[in-house]
């Protein structure tokens, strides 16, 4: 499965959501999820995320291993998305900055 990890929080560009053929994107108010059950591993996504925070389960950092749980859980409750919207207006200035899992909103 792809996950996605900490760069996605605050920055939330929603690109990914567009090219994903089985719609398992969730979104929450300022991150979003993969469905791990849903996602057919196209690899479509992954390329697509201007801030690069799409990662295959094999590649997810050693330090964002929380993210695969955090996925799973998340995308239970949070609603489906699968159009594009407007990424928040200060994205650019969160965009790589460290620490990030600390500020997701649920
Ligand atoms: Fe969707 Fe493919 Fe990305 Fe999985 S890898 S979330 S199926 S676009
Ligand atoms: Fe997040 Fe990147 Fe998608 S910032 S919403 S994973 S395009």
């Known amino acids: 499965t792809f996950v996605v990890g900490e760069d996605c ?48 389960e094999d590649e997810l950092p050693a330090d964002q291993q929380v993210f695969l749980e955090l996925n799973a859980e998340l995308a239970e409750v949070w609603p489906c998305i699968t159009e594009m919207k407007p990424a928040p207006e200060d994205a650019e200035e969160w965009a790589g900055k460290p620490g990030k899992l600390a500020l997701l909103e649920r």
């Open 9 to 56: 929080i605050k920055c939330k560009h929603t690109d990914c959501v567009e090219v994903c053929p089985v719609d398992c994107f969730y979104e929450g108010p300022n991150f979003l999820v993969i469905h791990p059950d849903e996602c057919i591993d196209c690899a479509l996504c992954e390329p697509e995320c201007p801030v690069d925070a799409i990662f295959s």
